[in-house]
């Protein structure tokens, strides 16, 4: 890990090479992606900020463009799948209940809301709000959404969201007052989703412990 910080800030691409980090990147990257689209418990996973991410590292020619994007887009079209089956015949399980009793009611609302106000185009839009893409996939099967329109808005959604935000990281990365500071920046962009994932993991914690006091209360 401290080989891959030292390599990601300083953009040694001889190390990149040598030492098989840009595969473990793209591991990262795809397990991250996959996760997050597909199980809603790894919701709280960055998403958006990893693909900024991805998109400065591309800039800085530690990536390339269009593999990166087939990898992800791949990534998080069948995570999304994975989460649409889940919810089209595992609704009901115990499990998928649970993940569900965690979800604030103002989330699930939020999302149900979205869901029935855009149609099938929610899987399209809903990419780009946090959580909630997490969640459409899920009331997509449960619904039972037919198959190939799910497919349709699924993987158009995910080369929108991919591509968008990875030529946003590049752009962003190509900004005059972040190519002057360009390990700071870099370091900035690699602290940004580990500091999102806690701060939803703390809020995470403290709505469960809510509702908790809320149950026993009543």
């Not at 791949?74 to 649409?84: C, F, H, V």
């Not at 149900?112 to 106000?117: G, I």
């Not at 929610?122 to 190939?148: E, K, N, V, W």
Request: proline residues 3%; glycine residues 8%.
């Amino acid at each position: 890990m401290t080989m891959f910080i030292d390599a990601l800030l300083t953009q040694n691409l001889s190390l990149f090479g040598q030492h098989g980090i840009t595969f473990a990147i793209y591991c990262i990257l795809t397990m991250a992606i996959f996760l997050e689209s597909a199980l809603l418990p790894a919701a709280l996973l960055p998403g958006d900020s990893l693909l900024l991410l991805a998109g400065a590292m591309i800039t800085k020619h530690l990536l390339r463009f269009y593999p990166t994007l087939a990898v992800l887009v791949t990534a998080t079209g069948t995570g999304y799948w994975l989460n649409y089956l889940t919810g089209r015949w595992l609704i009901q399980t115990k499990s998928v209940q649970k993940w569900l009793m965690n979800v604030s009611a103002h989330d699930y609302q939020r999302a149900q809301n979205f869901s029935r106000r855009y149609g099938p185009s929610a899987l399209l839009i809903g990419r780009f709000i946090g959580f909630i893409r997490t969640l459409l996939p899920l009331l997509a099967g449960a619904t039972s959404l037919r198959q190939r329109h799910f497919h349709f808005f699924n993987w158009l959604g995910a080369v929108t969201w991919v591509g968008v935000l990875l030529q946003v990281g590049e752009h962003l990365a190509n900004l005059p007052v972040f190519k002057e500071n360009s390990a700071i920046g870099m370091a900035f962009l690699l602290l940004l989703p580990i500091l999102l994932f806690v701060a939803g993991l703390m809020g995470s914690f403290w709505f469960a412990r809510r509702r908790r006091k809320r149950e026993a209360g009543s």
